[in-house]
């Protein structure tokens, strides 16, 4: 990233943000209930459907952005306490109300019980989209690189490390900990979004469904270890 960036809107080293939801609504567009619920465990990327994998896609957006990035409401979820956290919603936190079924649930899904329709689903993936577009939209790159969390588990946002090198590094005061910067949190959701289309992908393949989109050439499936397998 160059430098003459650094001072400029986010959301000039995050365009595909402005274009992922596009994507994985054409992807979804006109599918029967029969073809966005099949599943099949004879792969482990079909253990979820079609419906599944896009409310899991905007459960994490608002769990990571509006929980994680916005605990100063709560008592900390699933991130150690920083210092100087940034107030990324000093007014309210977006859809504060509804929180605990689009973000708060086991399965890490929205509740399916609340939000099951497909186009109810894709309005919510959108909101979540726009909220992270509305950050990008004000805030700077250099604003996301100095501010951090410190999540509890370390999952597939490591990968960054090598992917996009300075958005994760250790705790300089207690090296088992490592910290995501806001930046690599855009990253890793960014790059959680193509997968799991890429996931939506082989689905619909498995059932001898044409795709629709064309899949980013980015984001956790491209890297060497993952399972590109189809059926």
């Known amino acids: 990233m160059t430098d003459s960036l650094r001072n400029k809107p986010a959301i000039l080293s995050f365009q595909g943000y402005t274009t992922i939801y596009s994507l994985i609504e054409q992807e979804v567009e006109g599918l029967t209930d029969t073809q966005l619920d099949w599943t099949s465990a004879n792969y482990a990327w079909a253990d979820w459907s079609i419906r599944n994998n896009v409310s899991h896609m905007a459960s994490s957006l608002f769990r990571w952005f509006l929980i994680r990035w916005g605990h100063q409401r709560y008592a900390p ?133 044409p795709t629709r989109s064309d899949l980013p050439q980015e984001g956790y499936w491209t890297l060497p270890h993952w399972d590109r397998s189809e059926a």
């Open 77 to 209: 979820s699933n991130v150690f306490s920083v210092p100087d956290m940034p107030t990324l919603y000093p007014d309210n936190i977006p859809y504060e109300s509804e929180l605990s079924f689009l973000a708060q649930v086991p399965t890490r899904r929205m509740d399916d019980s609340r939000y099951w329709d497909m186009e109810v689903i894709l309005g919510k993936l959108s909101d979540a989209i726009n909220v992270v577009r509305t950050l990008l939209d004000r805030e700077t790159l250099d604003f996301m690189q100095k501010h951090h969390i410190i999540p509890e588990q370390i999952g597939q946002w490591k990968n960054l490390e090598t992917m996009k090198p300075g958005t994760v590094y250790q705790d300089s005061s207690n090296p088992p900990r490592w910290c995501l910067t806001l930046e690599g949190t855009c990253w890793h959701l960014y790059y959680e979004l193509v997968t799991h289309l890429y996931n939506v992908q082989r689905i619909k393949k498995a059932q001898g469904i």
